[in-house]
């Protein structure tokens, strides 16, 4: 068993973002906040396959080398529009500088259907002067809508914002 664990941490990336366990993918939202780096990630912790179930990993590194992983981020909640997963998104900072997580939710559509009704959510900090941004909320309500009806598209996830500075 000790050889078994020595090969395990010999092959552990050195300088890369790796949660304990289970299935990890995109990175998303990093953020500099609070005197730290923020880094969120796809996570599935109890697979080391995809899964429907998805939340956001999230580490802190003062210096982008070491890590410390804190918490999930965001979790499926019962009876809401991520309660199949929280997929892809970004953090920013709001116009009045509250850390802000834009992000997918996920709802499985019913057999025979494949795939899921996607809503794009926002979550806050519970505590935004808390420099690890621990405990994150996720607030009610979308804040796109929904495509117009009669547009076939594959997707409607994963948004990004970009601030276009002032003239």
């Known amino acids: 068993m000790a050889v078994a664990r020595h090969v395990a941490k010999a092959l552990r990336p050195a300088f890369h973002v790796a949660p304990r366990s289970g299935w990890i993918n995109d ?6 906040c609070n005197g730290q780096y923020h880094l969120f990630y796809q996570h599935v912790p109890d697979s080391p396959e995809w899964q429907w179930g998805l939340v956001w990993g999230h580490a802190t590194s003062k210096d982008l080398v070491h890590w410390k992983h804190l918490p999930h ?6 009876n809401t ?5 929280c997929f892809s998104g970004c953090a920013t900072t709001d ?3 509250t850390p802000t997580i834009l992000y997918t939710g996920v709802i499985r559509k019913p057999a025979p259907l494949q795939g ?13 002067s ?13 804040f796109l809508p929904a495509p ?8 409607w996830r994963d948004p990004f914002v970009l601030e276009k500075p002032n003239d």
């Open 148 to 155: 117009p009806a009669g547009i076939d598209i594959a997707g």
């Open 130 to 142: 808390d420099p690890d941004l621990k405990e994150w909320k996720q607030l009610p309500g979308t």
């Open 116 to 128: 899921a009704y996607e809503h794009q959510l926002i979550a806050v900090p519970a505590d935004p």
């Open 81 to 85: 529009p991520d309660r199949d997963g």
């Open 73 to 78: 981020a965001l979790v499926p909640q019962a």
């Open 95 to 97: 116009v009045d500088g």
């Open 27 to 32: 990175p998303n939202g990093p953020i500099y």
